[in-house]
């Protein structure tokens, strides 16, 4: 029962990690912007950057999560 719980815990932390990685905006766009001529303002630039700043902060802790349960499940 409780490894049968600890899978789902880990496939429900590999979907979230899955959606939190692809929400984050890529490295290239501000070339692609700059090339374009994307008229952002320096407001929208900073708000777009703290939102990837707090996606790669979940991405990492998420992962963590992830791996540590994944040993958990391993040894149970």
Known sequence: MLKT???VIQVLL????IVVVLLQEGKTSGLNGAISGGADTFLSKNKAKSWDAKLARWTKWVAIAFVVLTLVVSLV
């Open 5 to 7: 719980i600890l899978t």
């Open 14 to 17: 590999a979907i979230f990690l």
